[in-house]
């Protein structure tokens, strides 16, 4: 049975950092994109960042958290980090872990496995 388990998050105020991880059982991710989308109450959820060690390590973000945010993997714990740097209030929802894609993606679609969710709140 895969789990992507979520852990991390927390109430802050702007300005702030938090780092999000993801652990991962069941089975191995290290050839395949782990990722981190959120979703704030009434709203799509959307696309934070990705990275993929197949052929090379790459990482993609979201225009919104480029230069705030930055995504890492642990191959070996077959986990994957979410370094959050100056949060804004925009910031808050809840940030899901995903894996299993093939290849980058931001399409919530492409990946196969999703955590249960770790809130972020940032307060002004």
């Known amino acids: 049975q895969v789990q992507l388990v979520e852990s991390g998050g927390g109430l802050v105020q702007a300005g702030d950092s938090l780092t999000l991880s993801c652990a991962a059982s069941?089975?191995?991710?290290?050839?395949?994109?782990m990722g981190w989308f959120r979703q704030a109450p009434g709203s799509e959820r959307e696309f934070v960042a990705a990275a993929i060690s197949w052929r090379g390590y790459r990482t993609s973000y979201a225009d919104s958290v480029k230069g705030r945010f930055t995504i890492s993997r642990d191959n070996a714990k077959n986990a994957v980090y979410l370094q959050m740097n100056s949060l804004k209030p925009e910031d808050t929802a809840g940030y899901y872990c995903?894996?299993?894609?093939?290849?980058?993606?931001?399409?919530?679609?492409?990946?196969?496995?999703w955590g249960q969710g770790t809130q972020v709140t940032v307060s002004s």
């Open positions: 995903a894996a299993g894609a093939l290849r980058l993606s931001v399409r919530p679609s492409d990946y196969e496995y």
């Open positions: 069941g089975r191995t991710f290290s050839n395949y994109a």
